[in-house]
């Protein structure tokens, strides 16, 4: 569990570059942040040197929530249905909010009942079962382990994933313009070299330039995805409003998995120098997701509409091979996807060097997260290299642990945080999380079979 230390911070750590939780909870001057009221403002206590700004905040959100699985939500209308998709998707996308609101919320209010200037995910989890009703406290631990394990898990999966995603389309392009022959395995180690270097930035400050361009880089997809579909008239009337009953899971397994982002929002949260504009209206998390759902919902309409049965994967796939337009598509949105790299290789690695970094002495502290840094990012190589069809895998980890992190686990603390007499008037907020863990469960399950019948279809074949 994270203590509060407020000490002046000692001339080697400010020459440390390393932004941690612990740097937050110790890189402080009571001189200059004691409050005439009474009131503790974790704002206050933050780092306002090394922090994020609102700005950068907005940014990593975004990129958090908006990745290439933006070009899947054409697929996910096929399942869904053009009537049924649209209405869910925003459905999902305030489910979404809903919960990295209230864990945020429980998170920011813990800090000031504690005194505390920042909580991650898993030690708001654990600090909630610790303080909550006696016979839950037992499990604190377990909480923490267990949030822990799934991020890392679902963030070191997605890394390979990545690494996959961003070989395989230079793999397409090159080898299609060029008559080269060359194994996608190849490809796979040439983008080590770079994510190598990328997954060495150990503060979120100095990601936000990456976080911007592959924003940028994804728009600039998206328009020529939206160029490619409008050069030919939409076809609406051979669509159906809703889907077949079998192909429902299919649909809310892609858009959750593609639309949650809950294991980058603690960490982005707690780096920001004003985490009270994280929340509110406008906020950082609202406007940041009314974004993101808005181009999930005209891209995944317009795509199905355009393709039909025909709509892949990804919709870049769609576009012509060796056109230019084509070409540049899929180059900008592997190149997005390594510029991406940085935020979702932060996320695990944050979380696993806590664990190792008591193991080191603290002058070897640097060159021990090089060393861990680059075996985790070599390992993932490997297993890329050795299994280039991760999808379904990780669809499958997602699958499931997506869907208890994103709506499960926020939905249960704050239940136990409100426990007994601050539920709302006759307990609204408790049947609501009911509702939001009954939804969770699932689409644990629908899409965890989903996952496993397509990795059947793959290995059978």
């Not at 709506?407 to 945080?417: L, Q």
């Amino acid at each position: 569990m994270m203590k509060s230390n407020t000490s002046t911070p000692t001339s080697k750590e400010k020459s440390n570059s390393v932004l941690t939780l612990v740097d937050i909870n110790s890189r402080t001057n009571l001189t200059e942040k004691l409050q005439l009221s009474d009131e503790y403002l974790p704002s206050n206590y933050r780092d306002q040197v090394n922090g994020q700004s609102t700005s950068g905040a907005f940014i990593h959100l975004l990129k958090g929530s908006l990745g290439f699985g933006l070009l899947a939500m054409p697929m996910a209308f096929s399942n869904g249905g053009m009537l049924f998709s649209w209405i869910a998707t925003l459905v999902v996308g305030i489910l979404c909010t809903h919960c990295v609101h209230i864990l945020v919320k429980t998170s920011q209010d813990i800090c000031k009942t504690n005194k505390m200037p920042a909580l991650s995910f898993s030690e708001t989890t654990e600090m909630v079962f610790t303080k909550g009703p006696i016979p839950l406290r037992a499990w604190s631990v377990f909480a923490r382990r267990f949030v822990d394990g799934s991020l890392m898990a679902t963030y070191f999966a997605a890394a390979c994933v990545y690494i996959v995603f961003i070989a395989t389309s230079f793999h397409d392009v090159i080898n299609y313009d060029t008559g080269l022959k060359w194994n996608v395995r190849i490809y796979i180690a040439l983008t080590l070299i770079p994510c190598l270097l990328i997954g060495q930035i150990r503060n979120l400050k100095w990601l936000v330039p990456f976080s911007a361009m592959a924003n940028i880089f994804i728009v600039v997809t998206f328009g020529i995805v939206l160029y490619d579909l409008f050069s030919e008239p939409l076809v609406l009337a051979d669509k159906p409003l809703i889907a077949k009953t079998t192909q429902i899971p299919l649909f809310f397994a892609t858009v959750i998995f593609a639309m949650e982002g809950i294991g980058s929002v603690m960490p982005i949260e707690n780096a920001m120098k004003k985490p009270q504009q994280f929340l509110g209206c406008p906020g950082v998390l609202n406007s940041a997701m009314i974004i993101v759902v808005a181009l999930y919902s005209i891209i995944g309409f317009l795509g199905y509409a355009r393709y039909g049965s025909e709509v892949r994967g990804s919709i870049t796939l769609n576009l012509k091979d060796g056109s230019l337009l084509a070409d540049i598509a899929k180059v900008l949105i592997s190149v997005a996807s390594l510029c991406a790299y940085g935020l979702v290789f932060y996320i695990p690695m944050e979380i696993l060097w806590k664990k190792l970094s008591i193991k080191f002495e603290e002058r070897n502290h640097n060159i021990a997260q090089i060393i861990v840094r680059t075996c985790v990012i070599l390992i993932s190589g490997v297993i890329a290299a050795a299994i280039p069809n991760l999808e379904p895998f990780i669809s499958l980890v997602g699958a499931i642990f997506l869907s208890l992190l994103g709506f499960f686990v926020p939905s249960v603390c704050e239940t136990v945080y409100l426990w007994p007499d601050r539920l709302g008037w006759c307990k609204w907020k408790l049947y609501k999380n009911i509702l939001l863990s009954a939804f969770s469960i699932c689409a644990l399950v629908a899409g965890s079979v989903a996952s496993i019948n397509e990795i059947i279809e793959i290995y059978s074949s």
